[in-house]
C-alpha cells in the first residue's frame, strides 16, 4: 500500500471499514481488515493509528505475534521506546521459541543506538549475527544446488521424518520451521504426510486386502497425487528459501551498517570531547526520569527472567540512561 496515491488510500479505507462494520461477522476478514488499516496508517507515519488498529488483533489470533512485532516499530517510530522493547521480550520468550523474528534484534540494535548505547548496541548486532549468519549461509548453500524444485520440499520432508542432531541438525530443523511458515507450504505438506499416513495404514493391512486390486489402485492413485502435491510443495519451498535468503541478506547488511554508525558515532563523541573537555553536550549518557508508579488496572513487578504467559504482550523495558532528552 506505500505505492497508493493518497486518494487511492483513502477510498481502500473505507471499503475496510464496511467490512468491518459487515453484519455477518468474518473474525478471519475482520483480522485482515484490521492489519491493512494498520500498515496503511504505518505507512502514512500516522503511527498512533497504526497502534489503534494493531490493539485489535486479539491473543488468540494466529496475528497476534505478527502485530506485536509490528507494533514495537510504530512504538519506535514514536519514540516509546520501553514498549517496543516490551514486546521484543515477548516475542524472545520460551513460549515463542519455533517463531520466526529476526528483524526483531535489528530494532532493538536500533533502539538502544538511538539512545547512544553503543556497546549494547553493537553486542546485539553480534548477537543477530551469531544466531542468523549460519542459517543465511544453509539456506544459500542450499539453493545453490543445481536441482529440481521438487528436491527442496524431498529434503524438508526427510528432516520431519529423521530429525538430524548436532549442530547441523539444529540448522536444518530451522529452515524446515522457517519454510513452513509459509501457510500455503504447511497445507501441502500436511498432505504428504496424511498420504503418506494412509499408505502407511495400507501396508500393514490384512494380506487379503494388500492383495487385492482396490489396495493396488488406492496406493497407486495416492502415491501419483503425493508426487504432485511434492511438486507444488517444492516450488513453494524454494520461492520461500529464496525469499528468505535475500531477506537475512538485507538484515545481515543492515547490522554491518548499525555497527558502523555506532563506531562513528563514538568516535564523533571521542573528537567532540577532546576539543572540549568541558562542555556539558559532551556528556554521552544521562540519566533519565522513570517511576515505577502505574495505573490502577496494572502492578508494577520487576523482571527477573521469568516469563508468565498471562503476561505476555505487556512487557515495558525501562532504559534508564541515555542521551534522549526528554525521557
Known amino acids: 500500500w ?6 487511492d488510500a483513502t477510498r481502500m479505507e ?6 468491518l462494520a459487515a453484519p455477518d461477522r468474518d473474525d478471519r476478514l475482520r483480522e485482515m481488515s484490521f492489519f491493512q488499516l494498520a500498515r496503511t496508517h504505518y505507512a502514512h507515519k500516522q503511527f498512533r493509528y497504526a497502534l489503534f488498529y494493531y490493539d485489535h488483533i486479539g491473543r488468540d489470533s494466529e496475528g497476534w505475534l505478527e502485530a506485536l512485532f509490528e507494533k514495537s516499530w510504530a512504538n519506535f517510530r514514536l519514540g516509546d521506546f520501553k514498549k517496543a522493547l516490551g514486546n521484543l521480550i515477548t516475542l524472545d520468550s ?3 521459541a519455533d517463531e520466526y523474528f529476526p528483524e526483531s534484534l535489528i530494532l532493538k540494535a536500533v533502539t538502544y543506538f538511538e539512545n547512544c548505547r553503543y556497546p549494547e548496541s ?8 551469531k544466531r542468523y549468519e549460519p542459517l543465511f549461509k544453509e539456506i544459500d548453500n542450499l539453493l545453490k544446488k ?7 520440499y524431498r529434503q524438508l520432508l526427510a528432516i520431519q521424518q529423521a530429525p538430524p542432531s548436532g549442530e547441523s541438525g539444529k540448522l536444518l530443523k530451522r529452515i524446515l520451521n522457517l519454510a513452513l511458515s509459509d501457510k500455503d507450504l504447511k497445507v501441502l505438506n500436511a498432505s ?5 499416513r494412509e499408505l502407511s495404514r495400507i501396508a500393514k493391512a490384512k494380506e487379503a486386502f494388500t492383495r487385492s486390486k482396490l489396495a493396488e489402485r488406492l496406493t497407486l492413485l495416492l502415491k501419483q497425487r503425493k508426487e504432485d502435491l511434492m511438486k507444488q510443495a517444492g516450488l513453494l519451498t524454494q520461492k520461500r528459501l529464496e525469499s528468505e535468503r535475500k531477506a537475512l541478506a538485507e538484515l545481515l547488511s543492515m547490522g554491518a551498517r548499525i555497527t558502523l554508525e555506532n563506531t562513528t558515532a563514538e568516535k564523533n563523541m571521542l573528537e567532540a570531547t577532546r576539543l572540549d573537555p568541558n562542555s556539558r553536550s559532551n556528556v554521552a549518557l544521562i540519566e533519565y526520569d522513570w517511576t515505577p508508579a502505574t495505573d490502577d488496572e496494572k502492578l508494577y513487578w520487576p523482571y527477573d527472567g521469568e516469563y508468565w504467559r498471562d503476561e505476555l504482550g505487556t512487557y515495558e523495558y525501562t532504559l534508564t540512561y541515555g542521551c534522549r532528552k526528554g525521557q
Open 192 to 196: 504428504v504426510l496424511e498420504i503418506d
Open 122 to 129: 553493537n553486542q546485539i548486532v553480534a548477537d543477530f549475527k
Open 2 to 7: 506505500r505505492s497508493l496515491a493518497p486518494d
Open 14 to 19: 473505507a471499503l475496510l471499514h464496511q467490512v
Open 146 to 152: 543445481a536441482q529440481a524444485p521438487d528436491a527442496y
Open 94 to 96: 520460551p513460549f515463542f
